[in-house]
């Protein structure tokens, strides 16, 4: 299950102890590096679905076929419709 997930790589965060240590203070880039490591090991949340029933589904994908599937992405698009959901009605009916 871990293989699916990208790993944070200390060796591309920058090491306190090189030449950029003379620049900036090491313990400031090893403060950053933690808060990097703190950011990007944080879940994020999937996006939230549209909804759509079928009684919905049915026009859309009808007026798709008669028309084309990008007019009916505008003519239907206060629903926030995706054209490759509007391809997949349309093939349906």
Known sequence: MYKYFRRIQ????PDPFRPLSAKVPS????????????????????GTYNKIYAEDKAPIGKYASEHSVAKAVRKFKGKDLKDSSVRD?????
């Open 27 to 46: 313990q400031t880039i090893t403060k950053t590096n933690q808060q990097v490591k703190e950011v990007l090991s944080c879940a994020k949340k999937r």
């Open 89 to 93: 009605w349309k093939n349906k009916s």
């Open 10 to 13: 200390d060796d591309k965060l």
